[in-house]
């Protein structure tokens, strides 16, 4: 198919069809041929946007990419197939039927007719989305409607019913200002907005438009047009800013629409010059009565959105003037002086000459809407002039009196959000801002000078015969116009007329005519007046004396001139907003600054009141002040001159003083004006002192007192001393505030070195036998010394021990000071070393150095500073090697090791170890706890110790001979104390070692019967040493013997298969220590079979009877002790076990027992390996096979 512009015939469906059999194969690829038409593509892509649903948005995008970009021509013969998704279910495809609707009538504007019932149709949609996106449309497609219908010149049906769609659906849209929908409300505003610029004339100073945006106004609109008349729609126009106007005066409109309503009136005024008196107006009324349903952040929003656009209004020429409304709006939304300065219109080089009112008739001719705007401004003009005067003192101290009677009991929130500071408050731009305010809510209210004239006016124009009268009123200089003769009075030459007269033109314009008379051309006049020459009488000719100024003046005295002074300076102060209307804010502040350094006395507290009311925007009036004097104090041939020396020096000093009661405590100006002015003083350096002293300001006064040091370098040593000297303040916060400034100025290169000075003679005051007076105090008053205390011992310590981790250097200066002296301050200087050690670190190589060469005197420092370094963290092995260097030649003292005995090897902690468990039970526990540390589950430190647990207290055992046994005892327990690390498992491998030495360990059953009662576990492991014990003839060691003899006493009757097991004569020994394990054995025996007692040797047996013939005769208890395995098991066995312990049966066997307990023994043994695999790695060769021996 070959396009052939509008006359080409639509594709019919069945044809569409067809063709997409064989396209949709190459849609899906998104592949198409050269030869595929851009129509076939459109088919096709049409195609997928009906059958899919996710991809369908992406396939009509294309398609108006193909049809309004690529080929309009196409427009009107997919139209009808594009309009058919306006009923699709997706909010996001009506909408962009919305978009493409706008942007083929852009390309072609006759399409509109065909598709403005769609629009009317979706203006109505249910989503919110899709009404405004077409409120967005019609307001672009309106303007070009507009221009297209104005250019047709036959009008069709056709053109008649899309001028009426047109119009329903603009009615539509501003009814849609009463939605409850914001966003709604906010778009019809904006149509509104274009609505007037359309339906309005342009002026030469309109604001021209962005590029590519239409500028369309009513002057494209013929005079004759039949459809479209240029009245009805600048009436309109008209009557769609009242609604604008009053929109923003309701008390009920949101932030949002009353934002955007200021955005539209701005654009209006701007485009519109002709209503800028209208917008400013309204604006100031605005200002004056926001709604108050705005919360305090709106009523925040909407200040700041006022202020912007009348920043924007200023800038245009056609605001002039309107100046003094507009900056005073500004001053008091808070817009400073050089904003407004910025802000000033610059005037048109080519501005055209006004033309004379008198032209010609036609020119004369007012519409009557004009007239009515004119006058409705005019008639707040004119109130407010007639209110200004009677803003008097008495007045408005009356007003002031009667109104407090109506004061609520609190502030409402209303007033308390919307509430601005009165800027300049009494002069005389503040008097005519607050008039204008009071004229325009009386205009409101129908009340006042102004609005009575306005309805008089309103009146004559509705008069039949006051329009006929207009008429025939000729015009000046025109044809026809004569002066009577009867009428030559000058008076009434001038546009004066006589009081008895009361014409017509006088009571319609309002007693303005007389103003614009002055402008009339000077031929109108034809003959002029000429005053007679009055008759003078003859006088006797006399001599003239010449005039003398001194003969009509005197001398005022000193009071008088200064009060004339002061006055003439005040009223150039008062001035200020009128200065600045007039764009002279500079030649003023000169003026003043020349007059007040010049004549100096009062004038300079006056000037200084006057600028500490406002400092913020009379700063620059401020600094050139200050500029002056330090200029006239510092000239040529002044420095002897110790007045004029001096003034700058007590203006400054004044100012801060004022400053200090003025500003706010964390007001930042205080560091602005210091940093501005020309030169410091010392009462400006004083100043910044009080600030920094003061709890409340001490934030800015450091903040400004670092900021003094690093940009004014005249005054830096002064500044800096200044500081350090705050550094040993009392108060507690001044004195942090004060090292943490001197900590980061410590990092500039140029200061450092200054700051450690100071830091070091602080230091070096600990030397002194008393401390340093207190600050503040008179040199020439003696006062007795005091005694070091902590308090002054710190505040010599802290500056210099928060330089330590800046420059690790101070460490060797500090060994000095500390060697040298007494014991409080080393006691302090320990105490207070923590935080900045900790930050420094064990790398350091200056502290490595300090190490290396310890000073005499200082091991107690040192120390102190390795325990610090290694509380929590692995000792390096540079750090290792010092302190072993220091061990070994110069301080013989073991306590030096303890902080690096992790990063010692095994058999140097085991060579030290009887030196370190003779010191004091604290040092010998800070031993074990670096030793042990690291094997706590909560351990902080990730190292391993040079020992095992195991280890250790084997070592402790190896070392008795080297050391006395009671510190052997106490290194033991404080190792059993730790239940946690010396398990069950531990102890099995120490008593394991321990039993394989030859000789065995003096206290090596001690530890057997502790682990015992540690760990009752243990007890048939500990049968299995017994035996052993007695293959390796324990019994010449009298010490170990008698520990054996205990452990069998305490496991009985576990122990009596190991008694058993001993010769005659040692069996007879143990009984001889312990009489009564004989007795226990002997029923133990008697319970034997005789298959048992078969087994046990002759010369035992004979042991046992005969001493047991003896016991025979008296009754005995045939009670057995109860078989002590252990709490574990007596807990496992229960009833049973019970039922066991009080068996008086000499017939009963032990056989069931035991056979019963090994098998509970193997059940245990197998669930304790489920639960500890540490336990089956650590248990011996020679456990398993005690543990085996034991059940057999």
Known sequence: ????????????????????????????????????????????????????????????????????????????????????????RSADVRKFVVGFIEEACKKDIELLSKVLNNLGFMLNDDNVAVQKRVMLCFTQLYKYALQYICKQKAISEELERMWELLIQI?????????????????????????????????TQDSESLKKGEADISLEIVPRNHPLIKMTELREEGGSTLESLLTLIASHTISSVN?????????????QRPAFMSIVVQAFESLHANLPTSLSKSQVSSVRKNLKLHLMSLMKHPSSIEFLPQITTLLTDLGASQGELQRNMPKASAEKRRPEPEAATSKK???DTEEIETMSTSDAVDMTAQDIIPRLNKDTVTDLVLVSMLALPDSIPSHFHDTYTPIAAAGGQAQVVHLARLLATQMNAAKIGKGYERLEALRMAQNDPRMKEESMSIPVIGGPGFNVPAAEEDPMFMFGVPKPE?????????????????????????????????????????????????????????????????????????????????????????????????????????????????????RYDLLMSWLYQEYASSEGEGMHEDSELRQSYSDCLLNLMDGLYSKLDPKDKLFTRILLDIPALTDGAVMAVRMYCEDLERLQVGFSTLRELILKRPATQEQLLQTLLELTTNEKEQVRVQAIHSAKK??????????????????????????????EGLDPDIEVAPGEWTDDTIKLCLYLYLALLPQNHKLFHELAKVYTASSQIIKRIILRHLEHPVRAIGMASPELLQLVENCPTGAETLIARILNIITDKAVPTDELVKRVKELYHKRVSDVRFLIPVLTGLKKQEIIAVLPKLIKQSPSV????FNRLLGCFHSDSKVSATSPLSPSELLVALHQIEAKSDMKSVMKASSLCFAEKTIYTQEVLAVVLHQLMEMNPLPTLFMRTVIQSLSICPRLVGFVMNILAKLITKQVWKQPKVWQGFVKCCQMTKPQSFSV???????????????????????????????????????????????????????????????KEQIDPEEEEEEGEEDDSTKGDKSPKRTRLHTREALKDKRKSRRSRSRSRSPRKKREKSAGEESASEGEIN
């Open 170 to 202: 603009k009615e539509q849209i501003i009814d849609m200002l009463e939605s409850d929908n914001d966003g709604i409300r906010t778009h019809a505003i904006k149509f509104m907005e274009m609505l007037v610029l359309v339906q309005s004339l342009k």
């Open 745 to 774: 100025l410590h990092t500039r290169p140029e200061l450092a070195e200054s700051i450690e000075k100071y830091a070091l003679s602080s230091l070096q005051q600990l030397l002194a036998d008393h401390p340093p007076a207190p």
């Open 1 to 88: 198919m070959a396009a052939v512009g509008r006359t080409r015939v639509r594709l019919s469906e069945a044809s569409q069809a067809f063709q997409s059999d064989d396209a949709d194969a190459r849609a899906a690829s998104g592949e198409y041929t050269a030869e595929d038409s851009t129509s076939e593509k459109v088919i096709d892509l049409l195609n997928q946007a009906q059958l899919e649903k996710e991809n369908k948005l992406n396939c009509l995008k294309q398609v108006q990419e193909f049809i309004v970009n690529k080929d309009p021509t196409l427009l009107d013969n997919f139209l009808d197939e594009i309009l058919v998704f306006q009923q699709d």
């Open 258 to 270: 009353l934002m955007a309503s200021l955005g539209s009136l701005s654009a209006i005024a701007r």
């Open 1059 to 1121: 008694l058993l097991q001993l010769p005659s004569r040692q069996l007879e020994s143990v009984f001889e220590i312990c009489p009564e394990l004989k007795e226990n054995l002997v029923l133990h025996v008697q319970s034997f079979t005789p298959h048992q007692r078969a087994h046990i040797p002759r010369s035992l047996l004979q042991i046992l009877e005969k001493d047991g013939k003896k016991d025979e005769k008296k009754p005995k208890p045939e009670k057995p002790d």
């Open 501 to 617: 007269e009361d014409s017509a033109l006088q009571r319609m314009l309002g007693g303005h005519f007389d103003a614009n008379l002055e402008k009339r051309p000077k031929e109108i006049i034809k003959t002029p007046f000429v005053p007679k020459e009055p008759a003078i009488p003859q006088l006797r000719m006399r001599k003239i004396k010449p005039f003398k100024l001194s003969d009509v003046t005197r001398e005022l005295n000193p009071e008088e001139r200064q009060k004339m002074m002061t006055n003439a300076v005040s009223r150039i102060l008062a001035s200020e907003g009128s200065a600045a209307r007039s764009g002279v804010t500079q030649e003023r502040i000169n003026l003043i600054v020349g007059l007040v350094t010049q004549l100096g006395g009062d004038l300079k507290m006056v000037l200084q009141e006057f600028i500490q009311e406002e400092i913020r925007s």
């Open 364 to 366: 004369q001719k007012l």
């Open 924 to 927: 010998v526990k800070e031993v």
